[in-house]
C-alpha cells in the first residue's frame, strides 16, 4: 500500500526503544491514529523537532495492514505552536483541547473536528491576553458540540418543551441542557439566567460575537463547561488536563 499524507497535529508522544517515538496524531483524513516514528531520537533524525508537542504539518503514514499502529515517514511541519507556552491560560486551554481530541475524537476521517482543533490553537496563540479565556471557553465548547455532545438551550434536555428564552433555567449537565420547569422540580443544577443562556449561545456558535465576561462569569462558564465534560464525555475516567484548566492552580501559585 502507498504511503498517505495528511494534515496532522502532535497530540502526544512517548518514548519506545532507545531511538524511537510513538506520536499520537490528530489527522484531518485519517482522525486520531498512533504511528511509530522510527530513530525519531537520534541526533540526525529527519524528525528533528517536527514532533514537537501540538506541532501542525503534513504526516505521511505506511497504514498497518493489522493492528492500529501505523509507521510515520516524514512529517513536514507547517506551525510550531511555542507561542501557546508564553501564557498559562493559553497553554491550558489548548492542552484541554488536544486532551478531548485524544479521548474522544473518532479513529475515523472527522474533518470538523480538525479543522476546529487547528483554529483554535491558532486563535489562542495570537489572542490578546484579555481574550484568552472567552475564546477559549467558545473553542472548548465548540469542540465538544462538533464531537457529537452539544447542549440543549431553547427546549427541555428531557421531554422537548420549548423553554421560555424570558426567564431562568435550570441547566442540568447531566441531562445535556436547559430544563423545562416540571422537569427541573427536584433536580440539581444551575439556574442560567435569560442573560446566562445568551452569553453561552454566543459561545456555542463562531458567528455570534463574543460575549463581555468578568472574572465571576467567566468562573461560573469554567464550572458549567467542567460539569459537563465529565458527565458527557469522560464517564468517570480521569482527566488530568481538564483538572488543569478548571482549577487555575498557576493563579494560586
Known amino acids: 500500500m502507498p504511503p498517505l499524507s495528511t494534515p496532522a497535529i502532535v497530540l502526544a ?53 493489522s493492528g492500529d499502529l501505523h509507521t510515520l515517514t516524514q512529517f513536514d511541519s507547517r506551525a510550531i505552536r511555542t507561542g501557546l507556552a508564553e501564557r498559562m491560560d493559553r497553554y491550558a486551554t489548548a492542552s484541554l483541547l488536544s486532551e478531548l481530541m485524544l479521548r474522544f475524537a473518532p479513529a475515523s476521517r472527522h474533518p470538523e473536528s480538525y479543522d476546529l482543533f487547528r483554529d483554535a490553537l491558532a486563535v489562542l496563540e495570537a ?14 465548547w465548540r469542540l465538544v458540540s462538533v464531537l457529537g455532545f452539544a447542549p440543549v438551550l431553547d427546549a427541555c434536555a428531557r421531554d422537548g418543551t420549548t423553554v421560555s428564552p424570558d426567564g431562568s433555567a435550570c441547566f442540568s449537565p447531566q441531562d445535556g441542557g436547559v430544563l423545562c420547569p416540571s ?29 463581555l465576561l468578568d472574572e465571576r462569569h467567566l468562573a461560573a462558564h469554567r464550572r458549567l463547561l467542567e460539569r459537563y465534560v465529565r458527565f458527557h464525555l469522560a464517564e468517570g475516567a480521569a482527566l ?10 498557576w493563579i494560586a501559585a
Open 127 to 140: 489572542a490578546p491576553a484579555a481574550a484568552v479565556e472567552p475564546l477559549g471557553l467558545r473553542a472548548l
Open 13 to 65: 508522544t512517548l518514548r519506545y526503544g532507545e531511538t524511537s517515538k510513538i506520536a499520537r496524531l490528530a489527522t484531518r483524513d485519517l482522525g486520531v491514529q498512533s504511528a511509530i516514528a522510527k530513530g525519531a531520537l537520534r541526533p540526525k533524525s529527519r524528525f528533528g523537532a517536527a514532533l514537537h508537542l501540538l506541532s501542525e504539518g503534513t504526516a505521511t503514514l505506511h497504514l498497518a495492514r
Open 183 to 211: 422537569c427541573a422540580r427536584g433536580t440539581v443544577g444551575a439556574q442560567l439566567k435569560p442573560s446566562d443562556r445568551v452569553q453561552l449561545a454566543a459561545l456555542l456558535s463562531s458567528a455570534a460575537d463574543l460575549p
Open 240 to 249: 488530568p488536563a481538564l483538572a488543569f484548566w478548571a482549577g487555575r492552580g
